[in-house]
């Protein structure tokens, strides 16, 4: 099994930034791929930006150039910088991990107010 925490959500102003990490623990060997994905009400859960053990990074068109995924492998944390956050990022956020399963965590309330 892994577990995942998430830790950094709030409020925020347009424009502003916020950090999420998430945590993992448990079987951290067979993690390939860590990422995050959003759920804003009413709408189906997207991802947002992913990381593989190799480096690679993956990010939705609609965050690029705003969002910065980092992984820190000594720490087995995933992180998640936001800047020039928009309205339209109001979402519960989920850090994700892909291994001989795929693991959720419990997800953090981001809100952007315009």
């Known amino acids: 099994q892994v577990q995942l925490v998430e830790s950094g959500g709030g409020l925020v102003q347009a424009g502003g930034s916020l950090s999420l990490s998430c945590a993992a623990s448990g079987r951290l060997f067979s993690i390939n791929v860590l990422g995050w994905y959003r759920q804003a009400p009413g709408k189906q859960r997207e991802l947002v930006a992913t990381v593989t053990s190799a480096g690679i990074i993956n990010y939705v068109d609609g965050v690029k150039g705003r969002f910065t995924i980092s992984r820190d492998n000594a720490k087995n944390t995933v992180y998640l910088q936001m800047n020039s956050l928009k309205p339209e990022d109001t979402a519960v956020y989920y850090c994700?991990?892909?291994?001989?399963?795929?693991?959720w965590g419990q997800g953090t309330q981001v809100t952007v107010s315009s």
């Open positions: 994700r991990a892909d291994s001989f399963g795929i693991f």
